[in-house]
């Protein structure tokens, strides 16, 4: 049989073990609701692991898990690697991710002066140098014999994970974390000898290398994770990082590469790609290592989201294997997929950092080296309606029945999709000339191409299951009844919402979601009337062609509502851009031909403007959504007209939802 990636399904021989293909998956941190308040396993972790090997991966691992409780836990959802009361619900981990056939991992760390004191017993962390954290935060400088205490720690974390059934682990060194704040070059300004030249700063990390060796033997694995780039003046890039690499490769069996630091802000989107980079962006990395002439097996991560992609780099050398985070969390089946030959099936990944943020309690106002507990949410991803919530089987339909859905956006094609798939015969209703919804606009963005691919995957999907659509027919109660559906699912979104200021409706202002579509028709200057996240990303895309934009919010900030992550990239590339500029605090109070004037705390102002963009959010269609009730025995709202104007995560598990209940 010929496979299509011939080089990335070739297995690897690392030591002893066999890996199937050279498909990892990337360390992601636990879910609060996958652990009990000890740091146990629940079931659902399990499971979910589980699908991720059942995928076709050919190494599972597990995210951040600290070596100890004491100083190094960097997360309050840290599994518990230090009480053997956990050792059962481990093995049960990784008999499950073996029995698939992948190999289990898991990422052990500690966090150094990103430690949490909350989840230290409130000591104060501890890194190569001693200093005040932003927060007011006191980090003690580490002694020798703390060095010598965190190396039996890792040592004693390993010997630990054996006893569970891991044949191997990730130690993270990158990202500054304790082993990287050692390594960096900014970070561990000590005069001793264990700072100073790269000699010097390696010492700790391959104490601990040595420490570890010492305790498990030759045939526990380790994988060592470093920054190719730590993203800040003075760190450590991708040259000093592949010599340290060959200074250790004789202690460890691979070597990870990532980027990015934990301590400054702007890197954590390049740390976890945005839509704004590139897809593979690390590849550099690989090519340097092998330059380097590292002879360990090199893996890649990030944004690897295409088989072909992962396929040429291999191919050409570049690496030995990829690693992928959140493009298996919104396809675990990714592998099998590709390694059948159904590549058009894989769900794409939309670069939203719902997977990563919403989680943690990461919200707007929180410092990178803190959590808002209270505000944190299940385990859920924007494309994948089934994450978090593997145990939940839904079975085939016991009677199949005709289902009509009403609207060709996210929540009715996925509606579809979950219904067609239960074995249900379904009809798709859409008044326009194309599906997509509030998100065709993807078409026309650069730097929405992930949401685009996943637009273009639900609607290939919905032509994969044969579902009947009806293009350019707005649907009416008199139609729907005519066709005697068992079900109906209404789906009928949402509209941009005008405020009423005079001259609102004049012929220079137009919607943001027009402004999208028909840029070349936008004038020279440009005010946009609202800088949440469509207001911002429509700012940028009018930039992109030389407008000069003026963004004007009620607010005391832009994007307020915008994901943590997702934020930190989309406010910097707003005042970085030499065609734009915001003024918050004010308030649209009239339009004309000439501009807007806006009322600020220093008075009122008036904006030239050639066009006015407005981008003030919507309205949720619920009475055009009613209007189909009485249509069929059952009814169902999904999306935006169910719960209000949200985002593609909310209206992507409405429709899944809305057709697991028929």
């Not at 619900?89 to 991710?97: E, F, N």
């Not at 690989?286 to 330059?291: D, L, T, W």
């Not at 607010?555 to 500029?581: C, M, P, W």
């Not at 915001?582 to 009239?590: F, S, V």
Request: with cysteine; hydrophobic share 40%; proline share 5%.
């Amino acid at each position: 049989m010929n496979r299509p990636y011939p080089h990335l399904f070739k297995p690897l021989q690392v030591g002893k073990l066999r890996f199937r293909n050279r498909i990892w998956t990337a360390p992601t941190a636990q879910a609060m609701h996958f652990l009990t308040s000890e740091g146990y396993l629940r079931h659902e972790s399990i499971e979910h692991f589980r699908n991720r090997a059942l995928g076709g991966a050919a190494c599972v691992t597990l995210g951040e898990a600290s070596v100890d409780q004491d100083r190094g836990a960097s997360h309050f959802h840290n599994v518990n690697l230090q009480d053997i009361h956990n050792l059962p619900y481990l093995t049960q981990m990784t008999d499950a991710i073996h029995q698939a056939g992948a190999i289990a991992s898991i990422e052990i760390e500690h966090g150094g002066k990103y430690a949490f004191p909350q989840v230290n017993g409130g000591r104060n962390p501890i890194a190569p140098t001693g200093c005040v954290l932003p927060n007011g935060q006191i980090v003690d400088e580490i002694t020798e014999d703390q060095m010598d205490e965190v190396a039996d720690h890792f040592a004693e974390t390993c010997h630990y994970l054996q006893n569970a059934g891991f044949k191997m682990c990730l130690i993270h060194g990158a990202h500054q974390w304790l082993l990287g704040q050692f390594l960096s070059p900014a970070e561990n300004r000590r005069k001793d000898k264990w700072g100073g030249s790269l000699e010097n700063r390696a010492r700790f990390p391959m104490m601990v290398l040595d420490r570890i060796r010492q305790r498990v033997g030759r045939d526990f694995l380790l994988e060592y994770r470093i920054s190719g780039t730590e993203g800040q003046p003075g760190g450590l890039e991708i040259d000093e990082a592949c010599e340290f690499i060959k200074m250790v490769e004789d202690k460890i069996d691979m070597v990870h590469f990532s980027r990015g630091n934990r301590g400054v802000l702007r890197s954590r989107p390049e740390m976890f790609p945005s839509e704004f980079m590139p897809k593979c962006p690390n590849e550099y990395m690989g090519i340097a290592a092998k330059k380097h002439g590292i002879r360990i097996p090199v893996i890649i991560v990030g944004s690897i989201t295409d088989p072909e992609d992962a396929e040429r780099m291999i191919a050409e050398g570049h690496c030995d294997a990829v690693a992928m985070a959140r493009t298996v969390i919104a396809d675990p089946e990714w592998a099998n997929k590709a390694r059948l030959g159904k590549r058009e099936e894989i769900r794409p990944c939309i670069k939203c950092f719902n997977c990563l943020d919403e989680k943690n309690g990461r919200i707007f106002g929180g410092g990178i080296t803190s959590f808002t507990r209270d505000v944190v949410k299940r385990y859920a991803c924007s494309v994948n309606p089934r994450i978090g919530i593997e145990t939940d089987g839904i079975p085939p339909a016991t009677e199949k029945k005709v289902v009509s859905i009403i609207g060709g956006g996210p929540a009715g094609m996925q509606a579809a999709i979950t219904a067609a798939e239960r074995g249900h015969e379904v009809r798709l209703y859409e008044k326009s000339d194309h599906l997509g919804g509030q998100i065709f606009f993807a078409d026309f963005v650069s730097f929405k191409y992930p949401l685009m691919e996943f637009k273009n995957w639900l609607i290939s999907r919905v032509g994969q299951l044969g579902i009947k659509v009806f293009l350019n027919t707005e649907a009416t109660p008199e139609l729907i009844e005519a066709s005697y559906p068992d079900v109906v699912i209404a789906c009928t979104g949402s509209r941009p919402d005008l405020p009423p200021i005079p001259g609102i409706e004049g012929s220079n202002v137009m919607l943001a979601a027009n402004a999208f579509v028909n840029r070349e028709t936008v004038g020279k200057k440009v005010v946009v009337v609202g800088a949440g996240d469509t207001g911002c990303e429509c700012a940028l895309h009018l930039a992109e062609i030389g407008r000069d934009v003026t963004l004007v919010e009620m607010d005391e900030f832009i994007a307020r509502r915008t994901g943590y992550t997702q934020r930190i990239v989309l406010v910097e590339k707003i005042e970085t851009n030499e065609h734009i500029s915001c003024i918050t605090r004010a308030c649209c109070k009239r339009a004309d031909d000439r501009g807007v004037t806006v009322e600020t705390p220093e008075g009122e102002r008036f904006l030239e403007a050639d066009t006015i963009v407005v981008a003030l959010g919507t309205r949720a269609l619920q009475d055009e959504a009613e209007a189909f009730r009485d249509c069929a025995p059952t009814f169902w709202l999904a999306g935006d007209c169910a719960e209000g104007p949200k985002n593609v995560r909310h209206a992507i598990r409405n429709g899944y939802d809305a057709a697991c209940r028929l």
